[in-house]
């Protein structure tokens, strides 16, 4: 009976890895990156899908190794990867796009009155100063003629 209550653990183990795999999948859907972030995201998941899967043996099976522990883990990233994985991964893209889009409106609004109000402003201020010193020098040098 305890063999049973294990291997559902390592069902549960494998399904939190998937999930894993699957958040390192929708942060790159999400956000365009980099070959070299790319790598490192790689990276961060199998040490953290490493250190989950000690944390569990050492956890649930006092360090012991099973054929059966494997075995869980891979089914319980197997049945995520089956049944979850799509849902999960298209509800959070989903979100994630919407709480970009709260995000950015805002930040896009504020960017284009700077632009408009501020920016261009002063690049007007700018423009007539420097009329104004060009006059100056341009009647500077008729009066030396």
Not at 68 to 90: A, D, W
Not at 106 to 118: L, R, S
């Amino acid at each position: 009976m305890n063999e049973i209550y294990i291997f559902l653990l390592f069902i549960l183990t494998g399904m939190s890895i998937g999930i894993l795999f699957d958040i390192f999948r929708i942060l790159r859907k999400s956000f365009k990156t980099i070959d070299f972030i790319t790598y490192i995201q790689d990276f961060l998941f199998w040490l953290l899908a490493g250190a989950i899967l000690l944390y569990s043996i050492f956890s649930f099976n006092n360090g012991e190794l099973r054929g059966y522990i494997f075995i869980g883990v891979i089914l319980g990233i197997i049945l995520y990867m089956l049944i979850l994985s799509k849902y999960f991964v298209k509800i959070s893209v989903a979100i994630i796009n919407i709480l970009k889009k709260i995000i950015y409106t805002p930040i896009k609004f504020i960017i284009n009155f700077i632009k408009k109000h501020i920016i261009e402003h002063f690049i007007k201020i700018v423009n007539k100063i420097k009329t104004i010193l060009g006059n100056f020098k341009y009647n500077k040098k008729k009066e030396m003629k």
